[in-house]
Each structure stands twice: as structure tokens, then as C-alpha cells.
């Protein structure tokens, strides 16, 4: 009898999560809308740049300072896992001089919009993920080191993209940056290379406050809802478990829901991470199972309008992601 009902009670503990996942997966739809589209127009006066998403805006825009006119693909608050070019992007790119996008399976759409692009010599492209160490989808080392590694990102047993989420990974990539701007303009070579110079201490700050004081936490354990954070843990000594997959929106199996809760009830966990360009439902389901709270933490792939206007960047968003991971893991 005993047995019975704790099968009845657990079985409609299921039926509720899986109501709570269905509603989930519709939510995760809708905050994918949104408008699609250049950020910016070309001018004739400077080195115009197209970047495929955030972090290579920043860069860009920091190293290339007042001689690069820098468009970025994706407006803010769209998440960029799901989007996808129009033609008036591939027109913008064919007339720029550099083309910049994270490779690593990223942009889904990268291989065709190159091959879509006029080969006449005078448009520069490159991976900026080129020459870091990437991880395959269960967070291991994988054997394409340092390569544009040909994978569908949004598999989960395929490449993490993800690389930019650790500063150690987006200082090799400002240096990819600094790189392809020397090549196609340079002109403005010591220009470039002092920017970069600026930017690299930046980042190596950055680094190090990561560094210091995730290295004095007492707990390890961090629970996302996308797991986008591999890089990070990898390189700061975290264990990183994730509601949904590569991409933000892959769908957990109830049981799947069911152990991490048990996951965070045994080990302590205090907090589960969620970011804002996704809906929070599936993370806020499992604080609610596990009896825990919820915090962001943020995959950096794009600003939203109040982050633009308040003048946030990488840097800032990445401090706040520090403070909250202190919070929970201290």
C-alpha cells in the first residue's frame, strides 16, 4: 500500500512537470520572435565590418575604434541560436571588408551565406573561434582544436560554440579580431594594435577576478537552464549541469527534470541559473521542485534594449555573472 502511493504521488509529480514542460516549450517559441535584421549602414569613409552576433560587435567595435564602421547581424534581444539571414544581410556583407562570425557550429547558416557572398577577393572572412580548445557536447575535449570545427552547434552531441562565455576563450578571439582588421586595413595597423593592447589588459582583469575568486568557493556545482557554460567551467574549475541542451531550445524528458531536482535537493544546490534572451519557465519549474531560487546567469550572445541603454557590454555582464555565481556558490 505504502508502495502504491508514493507511485501515484510520484507519478503525478510527473504529469505536472511534463503540463509545465509543454507550456515551456511554448514559451521558448515566442521569446524566439522578434525582427531580424542589419543593425547598422555601410559608409565609404571606413573599414566596414560585419559581425555575426555580440561578442564580435564588441570586439570589433573596441578594436576597430573611430576606423571601422562595425555592423552587427542580430538586433538586440533576439537569441541568436535560431536566427537566420535574409538577403538583405547577404547584400550588406558582399560590400563590407571584413565579415567576422564564432564558427565552432554556431551560425548554422554560416556555410551557405559564404558560399552565397561574390568571390571577388575584396571580402575577408574568418572563425574567431580559431585556435581554442573546444568541447564536444558532454563538455570533453574534442580533436578539432583550434579549428572551425564543421558541426552542427545545435546538436548536443556536436561542438559547444559557446566559446566566448570564458574570458580566456574571448582574448584569444580579440586577438583573431585585431588580426583580420591588420589584413584588410593596414593602414591603421599601430591604431589597431594599441586598441587591442587596451582591451587585452581589460580582459586579462577579467580573467583574473574570475580566477581569484571562483578558485576560493566552496561549491562547484552549477545548474543552467542551457547549457552554455562549458567553456566557463572548464577553464574556472566548475561543473556546469543543464536543463536543456547546445541550444536554448532543446526539451528536457520530465525524468530528466525529476533527477536533476533529486541532483540539487542532495548536493546543496542553492540556485539555478537562467539567462534573459530565453524563457525562465523550465528553470523556475525546477527551483519550484527543488524547493531552491533562481539567478541569471548570462551566455553573453546578445544585449537586450534595457542592457543598450543602460551601456552595458561584455565586460559589465560578465562581472554581473561573477557576482551571481559568488552568490551561489559561495
Known sequence: MYKDVNHSRRQGR??????????????????????????GKLTEDKTNVVTSFYPLYYLASEIGGDYTNVINL?????????????????????????????GAGLEGWIDDFLEGLPKNGKLKTGAMSDGIALLNGNGEGDEHEGEDADHDGHDHHGIDPHTWVSPKSMIIMAGNVKDMLVQV??????????????????????DEQFETKLSAVSRRDIVVSHQAFGYLARDYGLKELSIMGLSPDSEPRAQDL???????????????????????????????????DTLVLNPVEGLTSKQQKNGDDYVTLMESNLQNLLKALQ
Not at 88 to 95: C, G, H, I, Q, V
Not at 185 to 206: F, V
Request: contains cysteine; proline residues 3%; charged residues 20%.
Open 74 to 102: 542580430i538586433p538586440a534581444g533576439v537569441e541568436p541560436h535560431e536566427w537566420s539571414p535574409k538577403s538583405r544581410e547577404l547584400d550588406t556583407a558582399s560590400k563590407a571588408q571584413l565579415l567576422l562570425y564564432n
Open 258 to 292: 525529476m533527477n536533476m531536482s533529486k541532483f540539487v535537493k542532495e548536493n546543496g544546490v542553492r540556485y539555478i541559473f537562467f539567462e534573459e534572451l530565453v524563457s525562465s519557465t523550465l528553470a523556475d519549474t525546477l527551483a519550484r521542485e527543488a524547493d531552491v
Open 185 to 206: 586595413d593596414a593602414a591603421h595597423q599601430a591604431q589597431y594594435t594599441a586598441n587591442y593592447e587596451k582591451l587585452e589588459e581589460k580582459l586579462h582583469a577579467l
Open 14 to 39: 510527473l504529469t505536472i512537470i511534463k503540463a509545465m514542460l509543454a507550456a515551456a516549450a511554448v514559451a521558448l517559441i515566442l521569446s524566439g520572435c522578434g525582427s531580424a535584421g542589419s543593425s
